[in-house]
């Protein structure tokens, strides 16, 4: 099984901050990967799709890159209502998600 | 529009089976498929399993023994059943569409005595 590990598990960042999350598979899973928002409460959502994709209504301000095993998701500019869990999945070999960064306001 | 909503008892005693039921609209079970993904309280997500469009299901192979997925297409319905639930079983289950695009709002189910 692909194994996905997230770093760092929790990130405290201010307003307007540039963030990075990145996310590591066991192996290379050749861009087969999705990003999560997940708040309190709710559904994950669907933000980037293969790598780079944005999905449909998601902010510019998030953006995604990486190849083989590594991952990143930025957002340019940290605004409060990103205030989140962020998951990575893999989905090259089956479905494996991170354990997720969460992201708190400074 | 797409919509997912997930439904059954929110508590199980342990050893007892689990039965789900996820109502679909906005889209046909026949030509789109459907994912099940678990929370438990506090952590993160798991694949359960699918249900393909055209009827074949895929499981997790760590609960792989112990699931069931299967579908009524004329209720726009897919179910789920687990077997032998144990405490650790206690979790939010979601059902979703095939891309993980769109998700239900879930389900919480507590496995306890």
């Known amino acids: 099984d692909i194994q996905m590990t997230q770093s760092p598990s929790l990130l405290s960042a201010s307003v307007g901050d540039r963030v990075t999350l990145s996310c590591k598979a066991s192996?290379?899973?050749?861009?087969?990967l999705n990003w999560y928002q997940q708040k309190l409460g709710e559904a994950p959502k669907l933000l980037i799709y293969?790598?780079?994709s944005l999905q449909t209504g998601i902010p510019s301000r998030f953006s995604g890159s990486g190849s083989g095993t590594d991952y990143t998701l930025t957002i340019s500019s940290l605004q409060p209502e990103d205030v989140a869990t962020y998951f990575c999945?893999?989905?090259?070999?089956?479905?494996?998600f991170g354990a997720g960064t969460k992201l708190e306001l400074k | 529009q797409v919509q997912l909503k997930e439904s059954g008892p929110g508590l199980v005693q342990p050893s007892q089976t689990l039965s789900l039921t996820c109502t679909v609209s906005?889209?046909?079970?026949?030509?789109?498929?459907v994912h099940w993904v678990r929370q438990p309280p506090g952590k993160g997500l798991e694949w359960v399993g699918a249900?393909?469009?055209?009827?074949?299901?895929d499981y997790n192979s760590a609960l792989k023994s112990r699931l069931s997925i299967s579908r009524d297409t004329s209720k726009s319905q897919v179910f789920l059943k687990m077997n032998s639930l144990q405490t650790e079983d206690t979790a939010i289950y979601f059902c979703?569409?095939?891309?993980?695009?769109?998700w239900g709002q879930g389900v919480m189910v507590t496995v306890s005595s």
């Open positions: 979703t569409s095939l891309s993980f695009d769109y």
């Open positions: 906005g889209f046909s079970l026949t030509s789109n498929s």
């Open positions: 249900i393909w469009s055209g009827g074949s299901t």
């Open positions: 192996q290379n899973i050749y861009k087969y």
């Open positions: 293969y790598t780079n």
């Open positions: 999945q893999q989905y090259n070999s089956w479905y494996t």
